[in-house]
């Protein structure tokens, strides 16, 4: 590498402007040298777009990338980006895209909580496996289900997590797998504001296991709730579950869910 060896006043910035083409061609090597330099360091595409490997992403570091320019991740090895690098990513000016050239990629929980502002790209399976999904909250989990790749929750820390009312609120498309088992621990107050029917449907629609257990044992939910708990989806039989609603909604619950009840 040219600069390496060679230090940059700490007052100066060193704007690296050129194709993304040439950009991309630095090596990690390169990239560790103009980052070791004591002055600031940017890399400003002409054309606004490069694609960098997942080894030369995690050496940017203290390289700031461009705003205006698409900085994309694209090759098999991005879950093996730190989460520190992958802080460092989703903090910069340019649009960073996950990009993962098998379609497929599995992150930590830790990892996965730093995605902030990244895309991850439509038609990439993300797989979010450890044993601290639950750790993950629900702002993160949120983020997770707004992105356009298809995001998978799997447990590896004996296929169960616990989850707040918010956090499963949170869940969306996220896919959580069959033979997990996801117990939606809270208040029972917090479980009827956040579970709404909608909610549960979706929770409904994963193929994993899930429990929900009032912390206080008590949980009073409309017509439309108590309806929507059904297939993978249960209640704790230490819970008093009481039924708050119209005159006319109990009126019209149905044989199947009462006889659920």
Do not use: H, R
């Amino acid at each position: 590498a040219a600069l390496a060896g060679i230090n940059i006043a700490g007052t100066d910035t060193l704007t690296v402007s050129d194709t993304g083409a040439n950009i991309q061609a630095l090596t990690t090597g390169d990239i560790d040298d103009l980052d070791a330099a004591t002055g600031a360091v940017v890399f400003d595409a002409s054309d606004n777009a490069y694609t960098l490997t997942a080894a030369q992403a995690s050496a940017v570091d203290g390289i700031s990338l461009a705003t205006g320019d698409t900085v994309t991740v694209g090759d098999a090895d991005i879950g093996a980006i730190s989460s520190g690098d992958i802080t460092t990513l989703a903090a910069q000016a340019a649009s960073v895209v996950f990009n993962d050239s098998n379609d497929a990629y599995t992150l930590t929980a830790a990892q996965a909580a730093e995605v902030g502002d990244i895309s991850l790209i439509a038609g990439d399976t993300v797989t979010v496996s450890d044993g601290d999904i639950g750790t993950l909250t629900s702002t993160q989990i949120a983020n997770l289900a707004s992105k356009a790749a298809t995001v998978v929750f799997d447990d590896t820390g004996g296929n169960a997590y616990t989850f707040t009312a918010a956090q499963a609120a949170a869940v969306g498309d996220i896919s959580l797998i069959t033979g997990d088992t996801v117990t939606i621990a809270d208040t029972g107050a917090n479980l009827a504001a956040s579970l709404t029917a909608a909610v549960l449907a979706t929770l409904v629609g994963t193929d994993a296991a899930a429990v929900i257990k009032s912390s206080d044992n008590t949980l009073c939910l409309t017509v439309a709730q108590v309806a929507a708990i059904t297939g993978n989806l249960t209640l704790t039989g230490a819970d008093i579950v009481s039924i708050l609603d119209t005159g006319a909604n109990m009126a019209a619950m149905s044989a199947g869910t009462i006889s659920g009840l």
